[in-house]
């Protein structure tokens, strides 16, 4: 593996170094590093961001429902998005809805702008 290396050494010493030669790799650097950094940009620029809110709204005695809107506010689709209940925030409502955020419920696909809106009903804590 060195003689490759030691190979390579000496043909880049054979190469004559002149003024042109020396901006030549210089631009051939600098357009590299350009290209790496507009690739970061464009990937941070142009990316999916999901907002998901969670309301309640009670109808009867008996039971709530309860609705999440899930929007992709970002400008780029949004794929396979899993909701997850933040494990320090252990209030009572988290812990009855938790069941419904399991790994096999995902949303293949939120195009840009687009807004889901899923309902569900729970019961209520002070009747069990």
Known sequence: MT???????????????NFATVISLIALFLSGLAHIFNRRSWYE??????????????KKLSESHLEIFIENTGNRP????????????????????????????????????EMKVIRFTKPNQNTA
């Open 3 to 17: 003689g490759f290396f030691m190979e390579l050494l000496d043909w880049a010493k054979s190469i004559p170094l």
């Open 45 to 58: 620029t142009y990316r999916p961001i999901v907002v998901a809110k969670l309301e309640s709204e009670s």
């Open 78 to 113: 949004a794929c396979n998005i899993q909701i997850e209940i933040d494990r320090r925030s252990r209030d009572a409502i988290a812990n009855q809805i938790e069941p419904y955020f399991l790994s096999e419920n995902e949303l293949p696909v939120l195009n840009a702008g």
